[in-house]
């Protein structure tokens, strides 16, 4: 029995539902489970929020709409 993250269902959801959109349901499920099993492979070992620390580093601040926090190009520790 395996168990996934809700990042990675997400993931295999998402590309299912675009190939079933798009006309290829058997082929949007096969990349789903081939990039499912890619990213689960590189987050092996790391924070469970791993997807969140991923879009926090990658994004504009616009997108992630923290206040509290430092831009992240701000890399140094204060104090």
């Known amino acids: 029995m395996f168990w996934w993250d809700l990042d990675v269902s997400l ?3 998402a590309t299912t539902l675009v190939g079933m959109i ?4 058997l082929s949007g499920c096969a990349v ?3 990039l ?3 990213y689960s492979r590189a ?3 790391k924070h469970p929020a791993y997807a969140l620390h991923l879009l926090y580093w990658n ?3 616009a997108v992630t709409g923290l206040k ?3 831009p992240s190009y701000l890399r140094e ?3």
């Open 32 to 34: 789903g489970f081939l």
């Open 22 to 25: 798009s006309g290829f349901f």
């Open 59 to 61: 994004m504009p601040a």
């Open 43 to 45: 987050k092996s070992g």
């Open 11 to 13: 993931l295999v959801l």
């Open 77 to 79: 520790m204060m104090g």
């Open 36 to 38: 499912a099993a890619a």
């Open 68 to 70: 509290r926090t430092p």
